[in-house]
């Protein structure tokens, strides 16, 4: 079993940063990729960006060049660096790990108002 746990959101002005942090606790061992994903009213949830345990990232092209991912291994921590946030980027942002499976966090709520 492996536990997540999100911090970092909260409500910003377009144009403006956030940096979204989890820590994973348990099974930690286990672990390869981590991620964010994020989930819009009315809409489905959708792929943020991934980083493997070796560092390799994936991104989601609506957030390219705005948004980094990044990983500490020891730490057993993920992050991610928003920049630029636009109002379509409001969501509840949600980590994920994956072993055999995938692993949630509860999430954390991304307000970007106009």
């Known amino acids: 079993q492996v536990q997540l746990v999100e911090s970092g959101g909260g409500l910003v002005q377009a144009g403006g940063s956030l940096r979204l942090s989890c820590a994973a606790s348990g099974s930690i061992f286990s672990i390869n990729t981590m991620g964010w994903y994020r989930q819009a009213p009315g809409k489905q949830r959708e792929l943020v960006a991934t980083?493997?345990?070796?560092?390799?990232?994936n991104y989601a092209d609506s957030v390219k060049g705005r948004f980094t991912i990044s990983r500490d291994n020891a730490k057993n921590t993920v992050h991610l660096q928003m920049n630029s946030l636009k109002p379509e980027d409001t969501a509840v942002y949600f980590c994920?790990?994956?072993?055999?499976?995938?692993?949630w966090g509860q999430g954390t709520q991304v307000t970007v108002s106009t």
């Open positions: 980083i493997t345990s070796g560092g390799w990232t």
């Open positions: 994920t790990a994956s072993t055999s499976r995938r692993y």
